[in-house]
């Protein structure tokens, strides 16, 4: 992507992101950056959301160069390094160099969030929904499910960062660094990390211009530099604090998750079915907890069996 504070004109700047588009027919695309050992959650994900998502749902799925013909025929496979700068070059433990900025090398997670970031400043779509590989859907959902009254819904979960979310904090920092907000460690902080994460593109392009503006760098540089980082929180920060707010804000993910990074075991799976509320739409059970296949799929089988009953929220 281009410098986006070249590209974009003071015509539209000044339309502000935030501004109602009621005449707008609304669209919703979703974004997964994925990569080969992850490959069947991602078939199960793109299987949920061709039963539950809307019929005019676009699923754009990213993965590594390596991986494009594994990933054939399981949504709109586009490839990793189609949605980086020129001067990021990959090599061998997953770290990329900056060779506009070699040092620090930038890690794999870090890359991701620059994909993410840039796949949905593309969007022409009215919502850009960021879904990770081990999500799957288990309800019927649709665009108005994150979008009202021309508003993209914001998630925050308000004064939920406390003083023993030290990453959390450290997100907090060096998002207001980026955007060049005064640095304030006053707690509790404000949590906007969600899956699946609803991002509105426009807010997404003029934030990435905020960071230009106030770093002097094309963004993905700025980024990249940083050893901890957080698109959910950069995203947060700049909607409240720069942009005063949204009006649509929930403060509900509409996932219920498993973080922990065991596999499930029956007892495990009997807890997690606990959590779930009428409101929830999707699961996330963490790739890291190397839950097997077959465990997984029968936790999510009983999920969709209780919410079978429940209207969808959408």
């Not at 399981?74 to 990959?90: C, E, Q, T």
């Not at 990435?208 to 980082?229: C, D, K, N, P, Y």
């Not at 807890?271 to 963490?286: G, H, W």
């Amino acid at each position: 992507m281009e410098n986006l504070s070249r590209r974009q004109s003071n015509q539209d700047m000044a339309s502000g992101p935030l501004l109602e588009r009621k005449n707008e027919v609304p669209s919703l695309s979703v974004i997964t950056p994925s990569y080969r050992p992850d490959l069947e959650l991602c078939q199960e994900l793109n299987r949920s959301l061709q039963k539950y998502g809307p019929p005019s749902l676009n699923h754009t799925i990213i993965v590594p160069a390596v991986d494009l013909e594994a990933f054939t025929g399981v949504g709109d496979v586009r490839v990793a390094s189609g949605y980086l700068p020129k001067s990021f070059i990959p090599v061998p433990g997953n770290i990329w160099i900056n060779l506009r900025r070699p040092f620090p090398p930038i890690r794999g997670w870090i890359t991701q969030q620059v994909i993410k970031l840039e796949a949905a400043a593309r969007s022409k779509a009215s919502v850009a929904l960021l879904v990770d590989s081990d999500m799957v859907f288990i309800r019927p959902f649709s665009v108005s499910t994150f979008y009202r009254n021309g508003q993209t819904r914001f998630y925050r979960a308000a004064n939920a960062v406390h003083s023993g979310m030290q990453r959390h904090i450290l997100w907090h920092r060096v998002a207001r660094k980026l955007l060049g907000l005064p640095p304030s460690d006053q707690l509790p902080l404000h949590d906007y990390i969600c899956w699946p994460m609803a991002w509105d593109p426009e807010v997404v392009r003029s934030m990435l211009r905020r960071v230009e503006e106030m770093t002097g760098m094309q963004w993905q540089s700025a980024i990249a530099a940083q050893l901890h980082f957080s698109e959910g929180i950069l995203y947060g920060v700049y909607v409240d604090e720069v942009l005063g707010g949204a009006p649509y804000s929930e403060k509900t993910m509409l996932c219920v998750n498993y973080w922990d990074e065991t596999p499930f075991d029956e007892r495990a799976i009997e807890a997690f079915m606990s959590q779930a509320s009428p409101s929830d739409i999707a699961v996330m059970i963490s790739a890291k907890s190397r839950t097997p296949l077959e465990a997984r799929r029968r936790a999510l089988a009983a999920m969709e069996v209780i919410h079978t009953s429940i209207p969808s929220p959408g």
